[in-house]
């Protein structure tokens, strides 16, 4: 909601390992989608791990707002 209601934002990402099933599962949940695969970019105990971007435009979030899926003031959003 800040990045979107507050900053005026098009569009909020983030990057997550992509061995993070809940992590995954979660930001999914909430309305964002997988934009990309970045293969071997960290290195960690000498080996390479991926990360997955995934990303919310502010019109998929506004229409999760319009849907209840969103909250508004700690409350689900009604639609007024």
Same mark, same amino acid.
Do not use: C, I, P
């Given at each position: 909601?800040?990045?979107?209601?507050?900053?005026g934002a098009?569009? %909020?990402w983030l990057d997550c390992k992509d061995y993070n099933a809940r992590?995954?599962?979660l930001y999914e949940s909430e309305g964002m989608v997988r934009e990309a695969l970045i293969r071997e970019t960290i290195l960690y105990?000498? %080996?390479?791990?991926?990360l997955v971007i995934l990303g919310i435009l502010d019109r998929?979030?506004?229409a999760r707002k319009r849907a209840g899926l969103e909250l508004e003031g700690g409350q689900p959003h009604d639609g007024r």
């Open positions: 909601a800040w990045a979107f209601e507050d900053m098009h569009r %909020a992590a995954l599962h105990r000498n %080996a390479y791990e991926n998929e979030y506004s």
